[in-house]
Each structure stands twice: as C-alpha cells, then as structure tokens.
C-alpha cells in the first residue's frame, strides 16, 4: 500500500530534550515536507526537501532541522524543543511540490512539549 | 496575514443542503489544490485544478478556478454526515522560483443529520 507513515503518533517531552520524528514513504516521490497544524494559524510548512541531499525552508524552520540521506526517509528533528513547539505535525511526499496527483500526508504526529 | 484566504472558517448545515467553499490567493494562481482531513488526521487529496475556468468533480464536490479573481470555489450538492471535516486548499508556489507548498487556514463543516 502506497503511504507515508510516521512516527511516534503521540510524543510528550520535555523542554530541552532532544527528539526526531521520523517519516518514511514507500512511493519512490522526490518531493517530501514538513509541515505544523496549530489552531488558527492552519498548515506551515517547516521545511521541504526536493531530493536527496536537498533541503529547503519553509515559512517557519527555526527549531527545526531536517536530513535527506535516502529518498524514502525525512527525519524531523528537534534539538531543543520548547513548549511553543507543541503542535500537530505532518509529513508529507508528492513527485513534485503537490504534484498532479496531491500530496500524500502521514497520520501525524502530536507532540506535547511541557 | 495568509497568502491563502479562505471563507467562511467554519459552517454548520442540514444534510441534503449545498454549500460553498472559497478559496482566494494574494498571488496568482498557477496551480491550485483542495483536501479533506478528519480532525486529527492526515489529509487526503480531492482534486487539482490548474487552468483558468476549469471545472472538476469528485463524487458530489465540485471546483472550479477562476485565474482572473485568483479564486477557487468548492460547491458540495446535498452534503451528507459523510462530508464532515476540514477543508484546505493548497497551491504550490514553483513558478515563484520557490519549492514551497503552501494552504489556506481551512474551513471546518459540520453536517447535521
């Protein structure tokens, strides 16, 4: 089944502490990002990557790194996470950005920062 | 404020009712897409509109692009509970000279039985 599947689903941390979120798509797309959901202010994107070894800023990268060493996998990583980084995180791939066919979304992934 | 607009945020209706969706951009519209989510989940692609006057249709949702107003519509025909959720269109930003993807706030509808 073609998917993106993320994980964890649910994460609760504590400020300071290291954590990547990792994201995996079995469909062979170029394109994957990340973006957050937070009420309000609806989908940003984090970064974007458009290969391996290529990555890019969305609208709102500070925290955040990412990594592209193999086109399946699209780590998020957080290296000192604080509580205005709780939010609902998705990952998502496509062969282009959107691509004709859309973007396929992970589950997500809800992180709680206390 | 959001290069996406898009109206109303929310909308409550009776099934079997139709309803409208917008969706206006601040920049000209090379490509425009609409999803679905589920609260709290991924979201699912609906359809892509691309040329100026372009209509498309899946199952009972429709769009349609209107490139001069920098504006797509989604019409729903008879919603059911089944129509529930939120939705969100999105444009890719490419011929900007810039990979980002991009959606507006979204709207969430309710259908009431």
């Known amino acids: 089944e073609a998917q993106v599947t993320q994980n964890p689903r649910y994460l609760i941390t504590v400020t300071g502490k290291k954590l990547t979120v990792t994201c995996s798509q079995n469909?062979?797309?170029?394109?994957m990002s990340w973006y957050r959901q937070d009420p309000g202010l609806g989908l940003r994107q984090i970064y974007y990557?458009?290969?391996?070894?290529?990555?890019d800023k969305g609208d709102v990268p500070e925290g955040y790194k990412v990594s592209r060493k193999e086109k399946r996998n699209f780590p998020l990583i957080l290296e000192s996470p604080s509580p205005n980084q709780t939010s609902l995180y998705f990952c998502?791939?496509?062969?282009?950005?959107?691509?004709?066919?859309?973007?396929?979304f992970g589950s997500g992934t809800r992180l709680t920062v206390v | 404020s959001q290069e996406l607009e898009q109206s109303p945020q929310s909308l409550i209706v009776q099934e079997g009712k139709n309803l409208t969706i917008n969706c206006t951009s601040s920049k000209t519209l090379y490509g425009l897409y609409w999803y679905k989510q589920k609260y709290g989940e991924g979201l699912i692609f609906l359809m892509m509109?691309?040329?100026?006057?372009e209509e498309k249709s899946h199952e009972k949702i429709t769009a349609k692009l209107d490139e001069k107003k920098q504006q797509s519509s989604l019409h729903i025909t008879a919603s059911q509970p089944s129509h529930a959720g939120i939705y969100l269109c999105?444009?890719?930003?490419?011929?900007?000279?810039?990979?980002?993807?991009?959606f507006g706030t979204g709207t969430r509808l309710k259908v009431l039985a």
């Open positions: 990557s458009m290969n391996v070894e290529v990555t």
């Open positions: 998502a791939s496509s062969f282009l950005p959107g691509g004709s066919n859309g973007y396929t």
């Open positions: 999105g444009a890719d930003r490419s011929r900007a000279g810039t990979y980002k993807y991009i």
């Open positions: 469909m062979n797309h170029e394109y």
């Open positions: 509109l691309q040329k100026g006057g």
